[in-house]
């Protein structure tokens, strides 16, 4: 009969300290109570492009993700209305 195996001793446990360290992030426009994104607002979207015209992450960016959604969709708009640029210069 099999035996079940044993737990893996070499993990490593969360310590509460890294917790209190990390604080949460807020959304930006969940603050503001912001409902729409709109592209045409181009100097509020560069905060959330990179140096070389990638779209920040949720992680990165720390918008929800309702909004960071948004964002993506406002980016694109944005680039193609030559608000923003497709690649960094």
Do not use: W
Not at 12 to 40: G, Q
């Amino acid at each position: 009969m099999a035996q079940p195996k044993e737990r893996d001793q070499t993990r490593r446990k969360r310590n509460p300290r890294d917790a209190a360290l990390t604080r949460k992030r807020n959304c930006y426009f969940c603050k503001d109570k912001v409902d729409e994104i709109d592209y045409k607002n181009f100097s509020q979207l560069r905060r959330y492009v990179s140096e070389k015209g990638k779209i920040r992450s949720r992680r990165i960016s720390g918008a929800c993700r309702r909004h960071q959604r948004q964002v993506a969709v406002a980016v694109k708009r944005a680039r193609e209305m030559a608000l923003l640029p497709y690649v960094g210069a």
